[in-house]
């Protein structure tokens, strides 16, 4: 029996004064803090048997995962799998009671949380997270892969696998920033599902990164 692991990493703290919902947008690199969290995580991984680094197209994502395929003299791969959700709100504020929510043009989009109605739905996300997933597991099988992608791509993926519903509050996201949640398979059969914070906890309010 063969036991890969495959981490799905959040990326590290982005630089975003203005507090806007950057989604997809481009120009958006970490902070210096995300760059140390991102560092963090690397050193943390130094040691596991990682074959395979492989990121979102988004900048953040790609910085991320930089010292980590560089610790493990890997080239980055990139899959356009694990990018961002597409959101309606992208570029605006979405903050409750501040920004685009109090603007009566923007509530139709709110009509619906279930799919959700203001962006890519998240069965569509979890699907393709999912053969993302499927496709570091099998480059890595009989070892370890890191995929670096955004906080509702890999806390949607992971509600599915745990067979939840994919809407949920989320302020109760459990994805910090530069966390990593850790999927293991024995051949094709996951068999576990573990979370950790290496680069410490960070506020679940803060979505949409």
């Keep these: 029996m063969t036991t890969t692991v495959v981490h799905l990493m959040r990326h590290g703290e982005v630089h975003n004064p203005s507090g806007i919902l950057y989604g997809r947008l481009p120009g958006f690199r970490l902070s210096t803090l995300g ?12 040691d596991r048997d990682i074959v395979h680094v492989v990121a979102s197209p988004l900048e ?12 493990h003299r890997l080239e980055l791969a990139t899959d356009d799998r694990l990018i961002e ?14 920004g685009a929510l109090r603007s009566p043009q923007h509530w139709p989009k709110l009509r619906d949380p279930f799919t959700p109605s203001w962006g890519e739905p998240y069965l569509k996300i979890a699907h393709r997270m999912l053969g993302a997933v499927q496709r570091a597991r099998a480059i890595a099988a009989g070892h370890e892969a890191v995929c670096v992608s955004h906080q509702l791509p ?3 993926v992971r509600r599915f696998l745990e067979g939840k519903r994919m809407w949920h509050d989320p302020r ?4 910090s920033l530069a966390s990593l949640t850790s999927l293991t398979f024995e051949d094709e059969q996951l068999v576990r599902i573990s979370y950790s914070e290496p680069a410490g906890t960070s506020n679940a309010r803060v979505t949409g990164a």
């Design 154 to 156: 890999v806390w949607t």
């Design 60 to 71: 953040r994502a790609q910085q991320t995962a930089t010292p980590i395929a560089d610790s």
């Design 35 to 46: 760059e140390k969290q991102a560092l963090r995580v690397a050193e943390h991984l130094a």
């Design 85 to 98: 959700a597409g959101n309606q709100f992208e570029g605006l504020k979405v903050a409750v009671g501040d």
């Design 172 to 175: 109760k996201r459990q994805c």
